[in-house]
C-alpha cells in the first residue's frame, strides 16, 4: 500500500467537527450569553477537547464570530440568486426580500440579536464582532449582486453598498423593530413592504 493509499483524518470528518462546535457554540450563546459560556463546556457538549476548539477558532470572540457567521450563512444562497430571463428583475429583488425578511424573522435569530444587544453593553467588541460576521456580511453579498446587475445594465446604481442598506431597510420597514419588542410577524404587511420596496428600488436605479 503506498503512502498515499494510508488512512489519514478527512475533510468529512473535520467538517463534522466543525459543525458541531459551532452548533454548541451557537445554543450556549444564545442560552447563556456570551460572559457565561465557556469552551470548556462547549467543547464538551460539541464532544471535542478545547485545545481542538483553540487550534480551530483561537478564542472565545473567534468563535462567536464563527458562530454568527454560521448562522447568517443560512442567507447567504438566497442572495446568490440564479440568472432569470430578461425582464425578471422585480422578481429576482422580491425573492431576496423574502429570503432577507423571512431570515430576520426567525425566532432563534430575534433571540440571538437580542443577546448580542444585551451583551454590548458590557463589551462592545462583541457587538463590533457580531455586525462583521452578520450584517455587514451580509450587505457586502448583496451589494456584489447589485454591482453585477449594474454590469449587465439591469440597474444603475454608483453606490451598491448604499443601495443593499436602502433595500433592506425598506423591505424591512418597522417590522424589524417591532418584533424585537415581541410583536408578532405580520406575513402580509411583510409581502406589502417588499412589494413597495421593489417598486421604489426599481424606480430609483432601474436602467429601463
Do not use: W
Not at 423574502?98 to 448580542?116: G, K, N, Q, T, W
Not at 445594465?153 to 433595500?167: H, I, N, R, S
Amino acid at each position: 500500500m503506498s503512502r498515499n493509499d494510508a488512512k489519514r483524518p478527512g475533510r468529512p470528518t473535520d467538517e463534522a467537527k466543525r459543525d458541531a462546535i459551532l452548533g454548541a457554540a451557537g445554543a450556549s450563546f444564545l442560552e447563556h450569553g456570551f460572559a457565561a459560556s465557556s469552551i470548556e463546556q462547549i467543547a464538551a457538549d460539541a464532544g471535542v477537547s478545547k485545545v481542538t476548539v483553540y487550534n480551530r477558532f483561537g478564542d472565545k470572540r473567534g468563535l462567536f464570530a464563527a458562530a454568527v457567521e454560521r448562522e447568517c450563512e443560512q442567507i447567504s444562497t438566497a442572495l446568490a440568486v440564479p440568472e432569470l430571463p430578461s425582464g425578471a428583475l422585480r422578481a429576482r429583488l422580491t425573492t431576496i426580500g423574502e429570503a432577507m425578511v423571512a431570515f430576520l424573522s426567525r425566532p432563534e435569530f430575534i433571540r440571538f440579536e437580542r443577546r448580542v444587544a444585551a451583551e454590548t453593553e458590557h463589551d462592545p467588541a462583541i457587538g463590533a464582532a457580531f455586525l462583521a460576521a452578520g450584517p455587514h456580511r451580509m450587505k457586502r453579498a448583496f451589494a456584489e449582486l447589485i454591482a453585477a446587475m449594474g454590469e449587465a445594465g439591469e440597474l444603475t446604481v454608483d453606490d451598491p453598498e448604499l443601495a443593499a442598506e436602502q433595500f433592506a431597510s425598506m423591505c424591512k420597514g418597522m417590522g424589524d423593530l417591532e418584533r424585537r419588542f415581541g410583536a408578532p410577524v405580520d406575513d402580509a404587511r411583510n409581502r406589502e413592504r417588499i412589494a413597495g420596496a421593489v417598486e421604489v428600488f426599481c424606480r430609483a436605479y432601474g436602467a429601463d
